[in-house]
């Protein structure tokens, strides 16, 4: 089946969250992660179907979804999951904010690594736990990646949980075996809850990486492991507000399940299922669709990967480039660029205002005018 990315819908002058940012400006925007594109027509044929039936009342995951589930992580990651390890959210930020209530008490620290998606340097604060940042470093071949040492010496006696997100956004890391290894048993040796933020895991674009979930790595350990997945970012389905936690501890599921009760709301049904029809059926377009995002991170490097006082850091994995713009002497690139008609994410948001993150999960065309603009924009100074 052909699925065409270059006639994406129009979504001026709708409910967009992310074209309304710049409503009545003749600003591209480039920033919030959704994509363009339509979702796959057999997400959206299923959602007819169910709304046919004409019943929107409250809803349960079923066996059919857990089972699409389970199917699509083996198939994909290598990942034998169990149905009943499955809990189902309003989304993955909720599933955050349920590990920093589980972890610990008031008082006690959340780790994570900036730069990284905002969400995690403020989803400790609400809880009553205390925000410990140790950044990622670059390594001589520029490569982000933990920085061990640092860890081991910011870990402290209140420390109770680790954030970690891989896929990396927003620096498009795709984390090997190895690097993984050496901070799960940094987080063994300390006794740390880990909560993984998989999201962007079937939007790996390097072909010579492949995602390795965060609980396969140290199997011992998957007692004190929450990984949390939705399809909303691969199929574009984020206003479902449907995910899930994968835990294969049952008393960790419990107190999950139980923190989550009363607090957040059920899973709106048709979050449901789009959610089955996008992992039991969604699997030719998401391979269509990484082939064009590789089309555009090609695009983005042919026309950027030159420029002076651009620094364009390889993307890995998601539709986010990762841009160190601090050489161009700007003050206010987010600014620059929004008056040149390009609306981006600033890196201050992520925890490193040096950067820029552009979204290029668009049309090649739409994409093809953002970095135009942005280019006669430093042509012009």
Known sequence: MHYDFDQPPERRDTDSFKWARYAGRDVLPMWVADM??????????????????????????????????????????????????????????????????????????????PPIYHHFLHIAQPAGRSLLSVPLRRDQSGEYGFDLDALRAAIGPRTRLLLLCNPHNPVGRVYRREELRALLELCAEHDLLICSDEIHCDLVLDQRARHLPSALVLPEYAGRMITLMAASKTYNLAGMNCAFAVIADARLRRRVRETCKGVLPMINALGLVASEAAYRDGEPWRRALLDYLRGNRALIEAELGGV????????????????????????????FFERAGVGLSGGAQFGDGDYLRLNFACSRGMLGEALGRMRRALDAG
Not at 53 to 68: R, S
Not at 313 to 335: M, N, Q, R
């Open 308 to 335: 002076a006082g651009i620094e364009l850091l390889p993307t890995e994995a998601t539709y986010l480039a990762w841009l160190k713009v601090d050489s161009l002497g700007i003050d206010d690139p987010v600014g």
């Open 36 to 113: 363009e594109f339509a979702a796959p027509p057999e997400v959206l044929n299923a959602l007819r179907r169910r709304l046919d039936h004409g019943v929107l009342g409250y809803a349960q995951p079923g066996a059919a979804l857990n089972e699409a589930v389970c199917a699509a992580l083996q198939r994909d990651h290598g990942w034998a999951v169990e149905p009943d390890w499955l809990v189902w959210l309003p989304g993955v930020v909720p599933g955050m904010a349920a590990c920093c209530r589980i972890a610990g008490e008031a008082g006690d620290e959340v780790l994570t690594s």
